[in-house]
């Protein structure tokens, strides 16, 4: 007998610990059972146009690494994506549009027709760019939209722009890429959610994504500017709720209400099909964790999806963990990698 | 969130000549943002769109991979009925659930 959709994975958290889509990749078997992994989120430049308050990777004009990879070990490492089948990749950064070899890198994925999604600011995006994209191929562009008005965003996104998010949002409508919307709440935008959400949808958004702000990277230095009340996030995540039903069939509204205690909890029993790849070649286990488990530059793929498997079960990744629970701030050093 | 699709393999251990039933010749096609990779469990079928991911028992990875070569659903029930033992004469029966359901989930073109 052929038993159809049997089991559903009990519902995980998702958004804080990486791009929104990067953690729903947990399949129901377990991540070891895996030839190689699902999904690569690929920070490919630290180099960005803008200086956010609350940046994870504290990305900046001037903020590229000094040994981020070269283009013979982008392409070589491409290819070894390829070869492994691994389905699904993201370029972020930084700025990802912002690589000197951003196209050439985007050919390669579509052509070898792995679905790759962007994340990007969206400052830059042109309508010649944004056809371009939807020439490739390119499953979808994710912008970054934290405000549904240019003093909650410009606030938000230093040296950025509402206006030019917004047009270069228009052009990927335009030119028929799908959208996806990330959101970052702060104290100051998080009463707009509603106006977002619906803001997205009139730009012809599939998608909007959203959760909990890390307190890491640029945010450890902004926290006291950025941090929500809990009572903020109650009435946030109620306006979240009702907008999802409001949209269901039309425009998909993922949230993710738990604590990053409780997702790295989740993470830890059940990690996902997921490598993160920094900008100078290293991998991590997840962008919330301090741990590294590979170098691109050093080792295959193959090793380091091994090591990867290996690493989650590193006494010192569990106890990082339990620690955060009596030490939240725990989170603000995770750019002193520690290797596994 | 992840879904899973269990499909059991059943006592199919030998092969028979295919029977194609000739009901339907509709083609049967993976939507552009399935994609499908053997493991040694059987498969994984991962929709980017909605970011699911289906592992997939042995059969059922044996269907999807014929599916890839394209053919329509008389085609691919003749070929699953050649690859494994039909005891039962239940192999149609079974490949069109599965296609429906794969239908239903979105991963099927039509």
């Known amino acids: 007998m052929i038993e159809q959709a049997i089991s559903t994975s009990p519902p995980h958290p998702a958004a804080a610990l990486q791009s929104p889509a990067a953690d729903v990749m947990a399949a129901t078997r377990r991540s070891g059972d895996l ?41 070589g490492f491409l290819e070894q994506v390829m070869e492994r089948q691994v389905p699904y990749l993201s370029f972020s ?6 690589h000197p070899k951003f ?26 760019k944004a056809e371009r994209l939807k020439r490739l191929g390119v499953k979808a562009v994710q912008v970054s ?19 030019l998010a917004i047009e270069g949002i228009r052009n990927l409508h335009a030119a028929g890429v799908p959208i996806e919307i990330n959101y970052s709440p702060t104290m ?40 929500p009340a809990e009572a903020q996030y109650t009435k946030f995540f109620e306006v979240l709720h009702q907008k999802s039903s409001e949209y269901r069939g039309r425009m998909r509204v993922y949230f993710h209400e738990l604590g990053l ?40 793929l193959q090793q380091i999806w091994d090591n990867f498997l290996n690493a989650w079960k590193d006494p010192k990744v569990a106890r990082f963990i339990e620690d955060l629970a009596t030490d939240s701030h725990k989170t603000s050093t995770l750019h002193q990698w520690i290797y596994l | 969130m992840a879904v899973e699709f269990a499909v ?31 493991e040694k469990f059987g498969g994984v079928l991962f929709d980017t769109r909605t970011e699911k991911v289906y592992a997939l028992n ?21 070929r699953i009925s050649a690859r494994f033992r039909d005891a039962g004469g239940s192999i149609e029966r079974e490949v069109r659930a599965f296609t429906a359901n794969l239908r239903q989930q979105g991963l099927l073109e039509g």
């Open chain 1, 261 to 300: 205690l409780e997702e790295l909890r989740y993470r830890l029993q059940h990690p996902a099909a997921l490598l993160i790849v920094l900008p100078n070649g290293l991998v991590k286990l997840v962008n919330a964790l301090p741990f590294v488990c590979g170098d691109l530059r050093r080792q295959s």
């Open chain 2, 58 to 78: 042995p059969t059922a990875a044996a269907i999807v991979s014929e599916i890839g070569t394209g053919c329509d659903e008389s085609g691919l029930i003749g």
């Open chain 1, 35 to 75: 030839a190689a992994p699902l999904y690569i989120a690929w920070q490919v430049t630290n180099e960005c146009n803008l200086a956010c308050l609350h940046c994870i990777e504290e990305s900046g004009p001037g903020k590229a690494f000094h040994d981020e990879l070269d283009d013979t070990q982008v392409f």
């Open chain 1, 93 to 98: 950064g930084g700025e990802p549009t912002l």
């Open chain 1, 188 to 227: 100051f935008n998080v009463h707009e959610i509603g106006q977002a959400v619906d803001l997205a949808y009139q730009l012809g958004a599939c998608s909007f994504y959203t959760g909990r702000t890390m307190y890491t990277g640029n945010a450890v230095k902004t926290w006291h500017r950025l941090a």
């Open chain 2, 8 to 38: 059991s393999p059943g006592e199919r251990s030998a092969t028979r000549p295919g029977e194609a039933p000739g009901l339907d010749q509709a083609p049967v096609k993976l939507v552009k943002f399935a994609k499908f990779r053997q």
């Open chain 1, 103 to 128: 196209f050439e890198m985007v050919e390669y994925v579509c052509r070898r027709d792995a679905q790759l999604k962007i994340e990007t600011n969206g400052h830059g995006m042109s309508l010649e």
């Open chain 1, 145 to 163: 939209l934290d405000g549904a008005s240019k003093e909650t965003f410009n606030r938000m996104r230093v040296r950025g722009d509402f206006d």
